[in-house]
């Protein structure tokens, strides 16, 4: 991984009063390049190919200028080219995922947030290390050779929702296993999925006060998960069964959420849970991250999964959510990614969001 000394000599030579704000053309771009325009930060586009046209379609965020490459693998080439431009790179679960996270950790350009995060979120085993050490309550694992009752898949790493799968046995999981594939097998929690969109400012000292900075939730979601959500109306489990249908779990889209307002200090105690363990371990978690969570009817909550990055589940808020309008009206994540790195420019402190 690129030192934290090399990223602050690239930095050095920057001009803090014309930063521009970089990213892949996808994910969760358009709400990036929209908050940074609103907080007057240039804006540059790196696509694969030729430019999206849908781009075109909405003005207010198509990047003020774009960057090609011929693939993911060549973002590497164009290091110096951003650097040029006083670029800072904001990742997203698309951008790491294809670029690959070994690739990432050694992209010699400025980047907002923690890369150190990339070896515990990345890795299942590890993830639940510091979860679990933040005191998080989390599916158990199962053995799959004493699968009891239905366990949740999944594959290792940001896939958007491919290749997770429910089994029943173990006579099922070996049906649909991948066993060239890194996996966790979880218990399957029955209740409503939430996902809690945080963020985490080591910089600013006015909030939800932690050991060090403070705590925002700027928003919740719920995922649109294709087949999974329609399957069942064409039959029983059973039904489906026999007729050679399993659901799937591939992210389609995203349904806005709020929690009711007593379960607030618990979702806040969670986010406050895992930055606090993030600091002891790798010296913290920066800027956007999300925690997928299902809350059952004992209204426990159960921490399934960490995004130590911005979600698509944002996308839903370009123009502030219930949450964020309580905050400053007109928040986005995007706008307050751009925001915290204006503030770390003003005041000498980019060292500390930046790696």
């Given at each position: 991984?690129?030192?934290?000394?090399?990223?602050?000599?690239?930095?050095?030579?920057?001009?803090?009063?014309?930063?521009?704000?970089?990213?892949?053309?996808?994910?969760?771009?358009?709400?990036?390049?929209?908050?940074?325009r609103?907080?007057?930060?240039?804006?540059?586009?790196?696509?694969?190919?030729?430019?999206?046209?849908?781009?075109?379609?909405?003005?207010?965020?198509?990047?003020?200028?774009?960057?090609?490459?011929?693939?993911?693998?060549?973002?590497?080439?164009?290091?110096?080219?951003?650097?040029?431009?006083?670029?800072?790179?904001?990742?997203?679960?698309?951008?790491?995922?294809?670029?690959g996270?070994?690739?990432?950790?050694?992209?010699?350009?400025?980047?907002?947030g923690?890369?150190?995060?990339?070896?515990?979120?990345?890795?299942?085993?590890?993830?639940?290390?510091?979860?679990?050490?933040?005191?998080?309550?989390?599916?158990?694992?199962?053995?799959?050779?004493?699968?009891?009752?239905?366990?949740?898949?999944?594959?290792?790493?940001?896939?958007?929702?491919?290749?997770?799968?429910?089994?029943?046995?173990?006579?099922?999981?070996?049906?649909?296993?991948?066993?060239?594939?890194?996996?966790?097998?979880?218990?399957?929690?029955?209740?409503?999925?939430?996902?809690?969109?945080?963020?985490?400012?080591?910089?600013?000292?006015?909030?939800?006060?932690?050991?060090?900075?403070?705590?925002?939730?700027?928003?919740?979601?719920?995922?649109?998960?294709?087949?999974?959500?329609?399957?069942?109306?064409?039959?029983?489990?059973?039904?489906?069964?026999?007729?050679?249908?399993?659901?799937?779990?591939?992210?389609?889209g995203?349904?806005?959420?709020?929690?009711?307002?007593?379960?607030?200090?618990?979702?806040?105690?969670?986010?406050?849970?895992?930055?606090?363990?993030?600091?002891?371990?790798?010296?913290?978690?920066?800027?956007?991250?999300?925690?997928?969570?299902?809350f059952?009817?004992?209204?426990?909550?159960?921490?399934?999964?960490?995004?130590?990055?911005?979600?698509?589940?944002?996308?839903?808020?370009?123009?502030?959510?219930?949450?964020?309008?309580?905050?400053?009206?007109?928040?986005?994540?995007?706008?307050?990614?751009?925001q915290?790195?204006?503030?770390?420019?003003?005041?000498?402190?980019?060292?500390?969001?930046?790696s």
């Open positions: 991984m690129i030192s934290k000394q090399q990223i602050s000599e690239i930095l050095s030579k920057y001009d803090l009063n014309d930063l521009a704000i970089a990213t892949v053309c996808s994910h969760s771009s358009l709400q990036i390049f929209d908050g940074a609103k907080e007057g930060l240039r804006t540059i586009g790196i696509c694969v190919g030729q430019p999206p046209r849908f781009y075109d379609a909405f003005p207010k965020a198509k990047p003020d200028e774009y960057i090609v490459v011929e693939s993911y693998s060549d973002i590497p080439k164009i290091a110096e080219e951003l650097v040029s431009k006083n670029a800072i790179i904001i990742p997203h679960g698309s951008f790491v995922e294809y670029m996270t070994e690739s990432f950790a050694e992209l010699a350009v400025p980047t907002f923690n890369r150190a995060v990339l070896e515990w979120e990345s890795d299942r085993d590890k993830e639940r290390e510091w979860l679990e050490g933040a005191g998080i309550h989390m599916p158990k694992i199962v053995d799959p050779e004493k699968i009891e009752s239905p366990v949740m898949v999944k594959y290792h790493g940001a896939k958007g929702g491919r290749g997770f799968f429910i089994a029943k046995d173990y006579e099922e999981f070996k049906q649909y296993i991948d066993p060239n594939e890194k996996h966790t097998v979880q218990e399957f929690i029955v209740g409503t999925r939430y996902y809690l969109h945080f963020f985490y400012s080591p910089i600013r000292e006015e909030g939800y006060k932690l050991s060090e900075g403070i705590l925002e939730m700027l928003s919740m979601d719920r995922r649109v998960e294709s087949n999974a959500d329609e399957i069942f109306r064409l039959g029983s489990p059973k039904e489906l069964e026999d007729a050679g249908i399993h659901p799937t779990y591939v992210v389609t995203n349904v806005p959420l709020v929690a009711r307002e007593s379960l607030l200090p618990r979702i806040f105690s969670l986010g406050e849970k895992v930055v606090e363990e993030s600091l002891g371990l790798f010296g913290g978690m920066i800027g956007p991250f999300c925690l997928e969570t299902v059952t009817d004992k209204l426990e909550i159960k921490v399934f999964e960490i995004s130590a990055r911005i979600v698509a589940g944002t996308n839903l808020y370009t123009s502030g959510s219930p949450y964020s309008d309580m905050i400053e009206e007109d928040l986005s994540t995007g706008k307050r990614i751009a915290e790195i204006k503030l770390g420019a003003r005041t000498g402190k980019l060292d500390l969001i930046l």
